[in-house]
C-alpha cells in the first residue's frame, strides 16, 4: 500500500512561522459582543487588514522569497496578482534586498498599483478578459532570469499562508469551525493544514463570490473545473479555475464551501466599518457575511475567521457601502 505526502504539512507551517518572526506582524485577533449576539456564538476575528502591506499574503510572499537561493535573489523576482500578493512581493523583494517586476491587470485597483509601486516594483500590465497573465509573467521571467512567486500555486506560499490560522489557534484555542475566504485557494489550504494538523475535528469552511464558485464546483465535480471570468466586487476572489496545487489540499481538508453575494459583501463591509470600527476590502469581508447571512447553518460554539486584507481606498469604500440609490 502506497501514501501520498500532502505538499506541505503543519511542521512547514511552523517552520514558516519561526522565518517570519519578527518580519511578517502577529495580527489581532478581535472579538465582538455584539457579533457573538448576532450570529449566537463565540467569535475569533482574525484581523489580517493588519498585516503588512494589508493582508495576509505578505506571509507566503516573503516564505517563499526568502528560501530562494541568494544568486537567484540577485537577479530579481517576478509575480503577478490583482493587487495584494504584488504588494507583498514587492515589499519581501525590498526586504530582502532585491528587485520585483509584477503583472497585474490594467483595471486593478489604483490604490493597490500605487502601494506596489511604492515598495520599489516595476509593473507590466494586462487585461485580464483576455490575456495571461502566468504566461506574461513566464515571458518576462525567461527573458531577464527571475524567480517567479506564484500568489497561490506553491508550497512556500501555502506554508506561509497557514501561519495566520496557526496564529488564531495559538491564540484562541482549539475551534469548532474556520472561515476563510477562498480565491486560487492558498490561504484556506494552508489554513486547514494547520487547523485539522492539530485539532482534525475543527470544520473548515471556504467562502467564495457567487460569481466567482470555481472551487465551488470543482469540489462537487471532484476535479478541477473553470468558470467565466467572474464579474464581482471581491477582485482577489475573481478567478476562472483553482490551483493544481491548493486543490489537491482543499478537496482532501476542506468541510464545505459558502457562497456570498456582493450585497452581502457590502453589508458585511459596513457592518465592519460600523460596528466594529476596522476596514475591510470586499474579499477580507467574505466570511463576516456569511456569518451575518447565516449562509452557513448555524454555526457551533467557537468560530475563527480569516479576514484576509483592507486595501480599500475611500473613494471605493464609499461607492461600495455609501447609500444605494
Request: charged fraction near 20%; charge should be neutral.
Amino acid at each position: 500500500m502506497t501514501t501520498t505526502t500532502p505538499p506541505v504539512t503543519l511542521d512547514d507551517v511552523r517552520a514558516a512561522a519561526e522565518r517570519l518572526a519578527g518580519v511578517a506582524r502577529r495580527t489581532p485577533v478581535l472579538r465582538s459582543r455584539t457579533l457573538d449576539a448576532l450570529v449566537g456564538a463565540e467569535v475569533h476575528l482574525k484581523c489580517e487588514n493588519f498585516q503588512r502591506v494589508g493582508a495576509f499574503k505578505f506571509r507566503g510572499a516573503y516564505n517563499a522569497a526568502s528560501r530562494l537561493a541568494p544568486e537567484q535573489l540577485s537577479r530579481g523576482i517576478a509575480a503577478y496578482s490583482s493587487g495584494n500578493h504584488a504588494q507583498a512581493v514587492a515589499l519581501a523583494a525590498r526586504e530582502l534586498g532585491t528587485t520585483a517586476v509584477i503583472v497585474m491587470p490594467e483595471d486593478a485597483p489604483p490604490s493597490k498599483r500605487a502601494a506596489t509601486e511604492a515598495y520599489g516594483a516595476r509593473i507590466v500590465t494586462y487585461d485580464r478578459y483576455t490575456g495571461d497573465r502566468v504566461a506574461v509573467a513566464e515571458a518576462l521571467a525567461a527573458e531577464r532570469g527571475l524567480a517567479i512567486v506564484p500568489p497561490y500555486e506553491h508550497p512556500h506560499v501555502i506554508a506561509g499562508q497557514g501561519t495566520a490560522a496557526l496564529e488564531l489557534l495559538e491564540e484562541a484555542g482549539e475551534l469548532d469551525a474556520l472561515v476563510a475566504p477562498v480565491g486560487g485557494g492558498g490561504l484556506i489550504a494552508g489554513s486547514a493544514t494547520a487547523v485539522k494538523g492539530l485539532h482534525p475535528g475543527t470544520r473548515v469552511i471556504g467562502v467564495e463570490p457567487e460569481a466567482g464558485d470555481d472551487t465551488k464546483r470543482s469540489l462537487e465535480a471532484g476535479h478541477r473545473v473553470s468558470v467565466p471570468v467572474p464579474r464581482t466586487i471581491a477582485d482577489g476572489q475573481a478567478l476562472q479555475t483553482p490551483g493544481e496545487l491548493t486543490f489537491s489540499v482543499n478537496r482532501r481538508l476542506l468541510d464545505g464551501i459558502v457562497l456570498v453575494g456582493d450585497d452581502e459583501i457590502r453589508d458585511a463591509m459596513r457592518f465592519a466599518f460600523e460596528r466594529l470600527k476596522i476596514v475591510l476590502e470586499p474579499s477580507g469581508a467574505t466570511p463576516l457575511a456569511v456569518l451575518l447571512t447565516g449562509r452557513a447553518g448555524r454555526l457551533p460554539g467557537r468560530v475563527g475567521l480569516i479576514l484576509s486584507g483592507g486595501n480599500v481606498d475611500a473613494a471605493r469604500f464609499a461607492r461600495l457601502c455609501g447609500p444605494r440609490t
